[in-house]
């Protein structure tokens, strides 16, 4: 009983020093152990079927079906949040997470011969999770505090980037050949299973509004110019990041040759990664949007440039430490400035699961066409197009600053 009693006082501390309740605490620690999982399975789950293939292609068909299936598990995960509640998403999605790497563990080197059913999979698990955690955002903190909270919530989930990866690569470099791999999927599965267990410490949120309004997209985006044109800016993140998902991690074993040092190159940016978000977690939350997207995607489009020049070690870690530090700005202020925009939508609140499935749509829809542009000009990492290809992309989001207002 007095343990408990100290529990709950420290707990309530965190609150009071935070600035933020228990649900969003709470949020932040189940998003942390899914980000311990994802960061060390995720990871090195490209470079597991590069290891085992050496095939860009397979890796690109791989991500551009789990990009493309996403959407449609955000419109049924939608349609599930309404009907039930974001929570019963949210922890379909990550059961079905934990399940997907069970299978890969259980399949091993097979994941090859079946990897197009494998990203059908872990594309549906992940936008039903990602469904459910985006509205979750929405609900648990204001508008006042949601630049705070969001800013925070990169901190916790580069801290556990942190942890994961260097893990991570310690177990692949222990165990011999792909055993190490087989042995982070296990570890990545329980952390999944975890973060399902403290879901049930977030209250389900009842509501007489069930009627599902996607259908009413269109009408709502011929009113809502403003909100389109933030839309595409999601558009042409997806473009970049699309590429940006799955090829550095490639680029980095190419370049120095070890998962171990892919593993302690993650840390460094994910160090990187945290000071922006300390930072970003003590900004106004309304300083000017333009400005700080102006500064970031100009900054990265810039280190990608490097990769003109040559490819090694040397401009792949300038270009990826630039981007680890200042891409989290971009993302911080697109994501908040499209939640302010989405206070002021028709039905307000009840819109909002709704609006998450459609964001989420143009920013998939990005992503899958910048990797199969990829995959379609760039036959392996050493091909002269790959770096032509990342820089166009990295050009194409520095478009996002005009496609905003200057403030929101």
């Not at 343990?3 to 649900?23: A, H, P, T």
């Not at 087989?182 to 949120?205: E, G, N, W």
């Not at 839309?231 to 940006?244: S, T, W």
């Amino acid at each position: 009983m007095f343990r408990w009693k100290r529990l709950q006082n420290g707990f309530d501390r965190l609150q009071r020093g935070l600035g933020l309740n228990g649900e969003a605490i709470v949020s932040l620690f189940i998003h942390g152990c899914f980000q311990f999982g994802a960061s060390m399975s995720g990871l090195f789950l490209n470079l597991y079927l590069w290891r085992l293939t050496e095939d860009l292609w397979i890796n690109g068909m791989f991500n551009v079906v789990v990009y493309g299936v996403t959407p449609v598990a955000f419109a049924v995960g939608g349609y599930i949040a309404k009907r039930k509640d974001r929570m019963v998403t949210y922890r379909i999605g990550i059961v079905m997470i934990a399940i997907f790497y069970l299978v890969v563990v259980m399949a091993r080197e097979s994941v090859v011969d079946y990897y197009l059913l494998f990203a059908l999979f872990n594309g549906f698990a992940l936008g039903l999770y990602w469904n459910g955690y985006l509205v979750l955002m929405y609900d648990v903190v204001d508008s006042s505090k949601r630049g705070r909270y969001l800013g925070i919530n990169m901190v916790v989930f580069n801290a556990a980037g942190l942890i994961g990866p260097a893990l991570a690569g310690f177990l692949i470099g222990w165990f011999e050949g792909l055993q190490g791999y087989v042995v982070m999927f296990s570890v990545a599965c329980l952390m999944f299973v975890i973060a399902a267990i403290a879901s049930t410490k977030i209250a389900r949120r009842t509501s007489h509004h069930r009627t599902y309004y996607l259908k009413y997209t269109f009408s709502v985006l011929k009113r809502e110019r403003v909100w389109l044109r933030g839309l595409f800016g999601f558009l042409l993140l997806g473009a970049f990041q699309g590429i940006m998902l799955f090829l550095p991690n490639i680029l980095l074993y190419q370049t120095v040759g070890s998962e171990q040092w892919v593993g302690l190159l993650t840390v460094f940016f994910s160090l990187l990664t945290i000071s922006m978000g300390l930072y970003i977690s003590h900004m106004n939350n309304r300083e000017s949007v333009r400005g700080s997207l102006a500064l970031s995607t100009a900054l990265v489009t810039l280190s990608a440039s490097l990769l003109l020049i040559d490819i090694r070690w040397w401009s792949v870690l300038l270009f990826m430490a630039i981007f680890s530090f200042f891409n989290p700005l971009t993302v911080n202020t697109l994501t908040s400035y499209n939640y302010r925009l989405m206070d002021d939508l028709p039905l307000r609140g009840e819109f909002r699961i709704e609006s998450v499935v459609i964001k989420e749509l143009f920013l998939n829809v990005g992503r899958v066409l910048s990797i199969l542009f990829l995959i379609l000009f760039a036959e392996d990492p050493d091909s002269q197009a790959m770096p032509l290809v990342l820089v166009t992309a990295a050009l194409l989001h520095t478009l996002i600053v005009p496609l905003v207002r200057k403030k929101a």
